[in-house]
């Protein structure tokens, strides 16, 4: 497979407003992105995903690492690497409020060098491909948020460059929006033969439409996984113990101490497991006051489940994912 | 280059559709801009015209349009920027492989030429209602004063650059207006100095020639040069300030809103 995007060794840190003082924003951040794929870039708020897409971009110029598209340097070649990507960064904030439709996408499309004449055809194709035809001559201002943000993903489309970057395209759209959004970056993908990194909070779009995830947290990749081999891997993990008595106190001490991943209720323990000896430790933790092991399932999981996991259960699981 | 056209004219037309689409906004500064100059010239009339009165109101005239010309252009530009970045289109125009400044160029142009129109129309136009005409030598004039822009341009770029960076760039875009008044008003006799100043040389020869009836043969090689040498360092240094606000912009992450 190609690769498009080579993200090695990023740092990124800012300084802050009041105190000067260094926050590391990412650190030491690397992934691939091959051509034709959708990638999902997940973690919880303040994670560095923002500003992971904006070093891509060369919005940001990286304290260390570097970032490469089509073999060029994002920042020491900036406009020779700007060349291949376009990016929404901030949904609807990215298009002009006081514009029509066709008038942003005529604009963003000649600040590109590309002629009105020239890109109208290419105006009605997404036009159409995003449902907006009937709303080309409306304002911006008088749009619903969903069709912003639908219309700031067509200005990205424009000038047909291989990746799009899109930071959290599902913001603030209700469930149907959402779904419709999706379904549209599928068929993104599919019939224009993108590669698309997309980042998000929102759990159905890494499940329906990407086919990896890179998982950060506090800055760090705590784990880059197909999605479906992510979700496997943690159902192999993942276990389900129903038990005949109550655990006492030790017990329950004993089995949060060595795993952090865990969920006692009355009679029922879940618990997802780092390694094969896992299944012995918990099952001695039990067999010391002789409680009865009733039943020992594998449970499944979601994505949820998973993202949530990985990004509370910190460093540990980065070494363990990323020895699968 | 070519794209670098359609760039410019991209801009042109956003340009245009805006003042359009905002018509009591641009029907308001046409008027008051109309308004001012009619004043000026029917001042003329009204005072009389002993030559000195004369030649006190053309001197007027001619540094208020000047001014007014520039500083619309310098505070659009400036005041456009803050707002994108508030809004967040500002990263999307960082996007372009043509560089940002390029749609800065694109943009100052649209200035620089539809702000032209409009004074000269509406200068025209006053004449015309007042019947009091300014003479000058168009062709000593106009190539003066496109010299003369040309670190108009720069200066354009120069607080561009600092629009992105400061986000209390606010206060000196209100500043400015008295600062471009003292360098559009002040001339070189009085203050040689200010012929290191941007435009200030310029605007000096302007003046000779439209109300001093100036023809080429009248400037020196000397002032020709000051012009030229002038306009060019205030564009080179105006990218460079630039280019060096855009870099520091990206270190620090403040190209949007944080
Ligand atoms: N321009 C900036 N100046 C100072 N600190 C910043 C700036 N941008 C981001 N940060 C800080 O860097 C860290 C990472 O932020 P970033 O925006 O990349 O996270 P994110 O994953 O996109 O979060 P979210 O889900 O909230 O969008 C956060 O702690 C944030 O406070
Ligand atoms: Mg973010």
């Known amino acids: 497979m190609e690769k498009v995007i080579e993200v090695k060794n990023l740092e990124k840190s800012y300084k802050k407003k009041k105190t000067k003082e260094l926050v590391k924003a990412v650190d030491g951040v690397s992934f691939d992105v091959y051509r034709g794929e959708i990638l999902g870039l997940l973690g919880p708020n303040g994670a560095g995903k923002t500003t992971t897409i904006k070093s891509i971009c060369g919005l940001l110029k990286p304290n260390g690492g570097s970032v490469h598209i089509n073999g060029f340097d ?98 603030g759209l209700d469930v149907e929006t959402s779904y419709e959004v999706r379904s549209l970056l599928k068929r993104i993908v599919e019939e224009h033969g993108k590669t698309i990194i997309v980042s998000t909070h929102d759990m159905p779009v890494v499940q329906e439409v990407c086919d990896r995830t890179v998982i950060i947290n506090g800055g760090k990749v705590v784990a880059d996984e197909k999605v479906e081999d ?27 101490n060595h795993f952090p991943i865990v969920e006692i209720n009355d009679k029922q323990i879940n618990v997802t497991l780092e390694k094969e000896d896992d299944l012995y430790i918990i099952m001695d933790i039990l067999k010391s006051e002789q409680t009865n092991i009733e039943k020992i399932d594998r449970t499944t999981v979601d994505f949820e489940q998973v993202f949530m996991q990985l990004v509370r259960g910190g460093d540990q699981h980065e070494t363990t994912v990323a020895s699968h | 280059m070519k794209q670098l056209w359609h760039l410019i004219n991209a801009n ?26 009619l004043a000026m010239l029917l001042g003329i009339h009204v005072i009389g015209d002993p030559q000195q009165v004369e030649t006190n109101v053309q001197y007027v005239i001619v540094n208020y349009v000047i001014w007014f010309f520039m500083l619309t252009i310098l505070q659009s530009l400036g005041f456009v920027i803050l707002f994108e970045a508030q809004r967040g289109t500002l990263e999307q125009l960082f996007m372009t492989p043509l560089g940002m400044w390029r749609v800065l160029f694109g943009r100052i142009i649209s200035n620089l030429l539809i702000f032209g129109i409009l004074v000269t129309v509406l200068l025209v136009l006053s004449m015309l209602t007042a019947g009091e005409w300014l003479v000058f030598r168009i062709d000593v004039v106009l190539p003066v004063f496109l010299i003369t822009t040309i670190g108009v341009i720069g200066v354009g770029y120069m607080l561009s650059g600092l629009a992105i960076i400061f986000k209390q760039i606010q206060s000196v875009l209100n500043v400015l207006q008295f600062i471009l008044m003292g360098l559009a008003f002040v001339p070189l006799s009085v203050a040689p100095y200010l012929v290191f100043a941007p435009f200030v040389k310029g605007i000096d020869m302007i003046r000779l020639v439209m109300i001093h009836s100036y023809t080429w043969n009248d400037f020196t090689a000397l002032d020709y040069s000051a012009l030229i040498l002038n306009s060019i360092f205030y564009l080179v240094f105006g990218i460079f300030i630039y280019l060096k606000s855009e870099r520091f912009a990206m270190e620090r992450g403040l190209l949007s809103q944080y």
């Not at chain 1, 979700?231 to 389900?240: D, S």
């Open chain 1, 74 to 171: 994002s920042n020491k070649q900036r406009l020779k690497a700007v060349n291949y990507i376009s990016a929404v960064l901030e949904g609807n904030r990215n298009i002009y409020w006081r514009l029509t439709v066709r008038e942003n996408m005529e604009y963003f499309a000649g600040n590109r060098g590309i002629s009105k004449k020239e890109i109208q055809g290419k105006i009605d194709e997404l036009l159409n491909f995003f449902n907006l035809k009937q709303k080309e001559d409306e304002l911006v201002s008088s749009l619903s948020r969903g069709m912003q943000q639908k219309l700031a993903i067509a200005v990205a489309l424009l000038p047909d460059t291989d990746v799009v970057l899109l930071d959290e395209p599902t913001l």
């Open chain 1, 230 to 256: 992510l979700i496997k891997l943690f159902e192999t993990r993942a276990y389900c113990f129903t038990i005949g008595d109550e655990l006492t106190n030790q017990q329950v001490t004993a089995i949060e």
């Open chain 2, 12 to 37: 042109l037309r956003k340009e245009y559709i805006e003042l359009k689409r905002y018509f009591p906004n641009t029907i308001t500064m046409i008027l008051q801009f109309y308004f001012i100059f």
